[in-house]
């Protein structure tokens, strides 16, 4: 008996879920803020000063976006 040339095919392309693209995060804000912040108690600890706080903070938020920017530069290779 001869087949059907209009038969289906059982073929069920995959599509990748929009939702996923929505889920993926950026690591350099959260690297930021988390580095931010453990600047902020090393300032606070080495001395009580403004000058050492705001120093620390501001040199633990770039090692942060660093580092993040770096993290995210390999997830997308």
């Known amino acids: 008996m001869a087949r059907s040339h ?3 095919k ?3 392309p995959h599509h990748p879920h929009a ?3 929505k889920q ?3 690591a350099a804000p959260i690297f930021t ?3 931010g912040l453990f600047g902020l ?3 606070y600890f080495a001395s009580d000063t403004i000058v050492s706080l705001v120093i620390g903070t501001v040199v ?3 090692i942060g976006y660093l580092i993040g ?3 995210d530069k390999m997830a997308t290779r």
Request: glycine share 16%; charged share 20%; proline share 0%.
């Open 19 to 21: 939702s996923s693209a």
């Open 6 to 8: 209009h038969r289906h």
């Open 41 to 43: 108690g090393i300032g």
């Open 10 to 12: 059982k073929h069920h």
């Open 69 to 71: 920017h770096n993290l």
């Open 33 to 35: 803020i988390f580095l």
């Open 24 to 26: 993926k995060r950026k």
């Open 60 to 62: 633990g938020g770039i």
